[in-house]
T-cell receptor, first 114, second 114 residues
Framework: DTGVSQNPRHKITKRGQNVTFRCDPI?????LYWYRQTLGQGPEFLTY????????KSRLLSDRFSAERPKGSFSTLEIQRTEQGDSAMYLC????????????FGQGTRLTVV | AQTVTQSQPEMSVQEAETVTLSCTYD???????LFWYKQPPSRQMILVIR??????QNATENRFSVNFQKAAKSFSLKISDSQLGDAAMYFC???????????FGPGTRLSVLP
């Protein structure tokens, strides 16, 4: 399978706990995105990597959120001290070279904070 | 900041009929890309069709076509000969040629009636 892979698919955690999600992009893609999607809404941009460099961060990304892409391949998104408002689908997408190329999305990680 | 609006939260269409989903966007830029993504229930988002703003010709992909009106900042999606498998959330998305972020609309839920 050469698509974008996200793990885990589902995560239930207690409020205050830390969680970490992983994204494996399409191998030749150097651009990687994290989005958050709540029920019935469109995806909201969180952050963008080009290779290992985190070039853009949304104001939505509070201090409790951190993302890394250490070797320019897979990426992790960590949420510290989770809150109930963090419950959402977290989507990862990757994109190849070229201005007009689309983003390819993974199936997402659904986080439920109880 | 760019915004994308989809004024139809829900639409329905009879199988084999044609349906048009609306999208408008707000930008001061002249060079950008527009996309329609499909998100089936519990499945990942996939690209349906894309349009480069510098191209006057409307994009077409099999049963899917767009009506791109640059001056009106309108980008509607027409689905011809609708099939049961077309039932999904459809998201309109914008990306500037000067940035990396994809801006999504709130989505339109399309039901296909047999």
């Amino acid at each position: 399978d050469t698509g974008v892979s996200q793990n885990p698919r589902h995560k239930i955690t207690k409020r205050g706990q830390n969680v970490t999600f992983r994204c494996d992009p399409i191998s030749e893609h150097n651009r990687l995105y994290w989005y958050r999607q709540t029920l019935g809404q469109g995806p909201e941009f969180l952050t963008y990597f080009q290779n290992e460099a985190q070039l853009e961060k949304s104001r939505l990304l509070s201090d409790r959120f951190s993302a890394e892409r250490p070797k320019g391949s897979f990426s992790t998104l960590e949420i510290q001290r989770t809150e109930q408002g963090d419950s959402a689908m977290y989507l990862c997408a990757s994109r190849g070279q070229g201005a007009s190329t689309e983003a390819f999305f993974g199936q997402g990680t659904r986080l439920t904070v109880v | 900041a760019q915004t994308v609006t989809q004024s139809q939260p829900e639409m329905s269409v009879q199988e084999a009929e044609t349906v048009t989903l609306s999208c408008t966007y707000d930008t001061s830029e002249s060079d950008y890309y527009l996309f329609w993504y499909k998100q089936p229930p519990s499945r990942q988002m996939i690209l349906v069709i894309r349009q480069e703003a510098y191209k006057q010709q409307n994009a077409t992909e099999n049963r899917f076509s767009v009506n791109f009106q640059k001056a009106a900042k309108s980008f509607s999606l027409k689905i011809s000969d609708s099939q049961l498998g077309d039932a999904a959330m459809y998201f309109c998305a914008y990306r500037s040629n000067y940035g990396q972020n994809f801006v999504f609309g709130p989505g339109t839920r399309l039901s296909v009636l047999p």
